[in-house]
């Protein structure tokens, strides 16, 4: 008969593994904290955005009126100068992509028709 030690299971988890994926989940978790907290920064930063506060392309000597401070400041300025920069780039695109989904069908050929060419 094969005497097992009593500390030892036959077929049991391997506890590195188990370990290797508790701290994989905590990382996952305080990294979705961290995530929810810079997105309530940036939020509050945005609502209270003043053209004003001193940042990166104001020479303001004024005092800072962002809730956040200095840096939810700067954060909302870079945060607007990038988002104004996308929404100018989707704009300038928009009619040509409008002009594409209207000209051609889903099957990619060209279906403008014109009543005067009838």
């Not at 929810?36 to 001193?54: E, G, I, K, R």
């Not at 100068?81 to 209207?102: S, T």
Request: charged share 20%; with cysteine.
């Amino acid at each position: 008969m094969a005497s097992i030690s009593p500390g030892r299971r036959s077929g049991g988890a391997d506890w590195r593994a188990i370990l290797r994926r508790s701290f994989r989940r905590s990382a996952e978790l305080l990294g979705g904290a961290a995530l929810f907290v810079l997105m309530v920064f940036l939020a509050l930063a945005l609502v209270s955005y003043t053209q004003t506060d001193p940042s990166g392309s104001t020479a303001s000597g004024s005092p800072v009126e962002n809730w956040m401070g200095l840096p939810g400041a700067w954060a909302s300025e870079r945060l607007l100068v990038l988002c104004n920069r996308v929404a100018d780039r989707v704009g300038q695109k928009f009619p040509d992509v409008l002009f594409g989904m209207l000209a051609f069908g889903r099957d990619g050929s060209f279906t403008i028709d014109r009543a005067d060419q009838l």
